[in-house]
Nanobody
């Protein structure tokens, strides 16, 4: 089993920044694909940023140039650096992991078996 615990969410004004963290524990392998998803009220959960086992990254068009995903393998921690935040970024953000995901499905939530409980991000205008 893989345990994922998110932190770092909060309230910020538009244009501000936040850094989300996801602590990873359990039977986790470096070959896993890791990512961040978000879900706003009344909307489906969507992929935000993914980092594959080879270190390659993939972003949703809506966050490209503003968000950066990274990982610290020594600390078993995944990060999401969010800059130039917009009100439409308001959502619950989830960390997720999967053993293997086809490249064309990296942002699809159905590919991920392990999920954290989420951390709320609220951006006010």
């Amino acid at each position: 089993q893989v345990q994922l615990v998110e932190s770092g969410g909060g309230s910020v004004q538009a244009g501000g920044s936040l850094r989300l963290s996801c602590a990873v524990s359990g039977y986790f392998y470096s070959s896993y694909c890791m990512g961040w998803f978000r879900q706003a009220p009344g909307k489906e959960r969507e992929g935000v940023a993914i980092i594959d086992s080879d270190g390659s990254t993939n972003y949703a068009d809506s966050v490209k140039g503003r968000f950066t995903i990274s990982q610290d393998n020594a600390k078993n921690t995944l990060y999401l650096h969010m800059n130039s935040l917009k009100p439409e970024d308001t959502a619950m953000y989830y960390c997720a992991a999967a053993a293997a995901v086809p490249r064309w499905l990296l942002l699809h939530q159905g590919q991920y078996a392990y999920w954290g409980q989420g951390t709320q991000v609220t951006v006010s205008s």
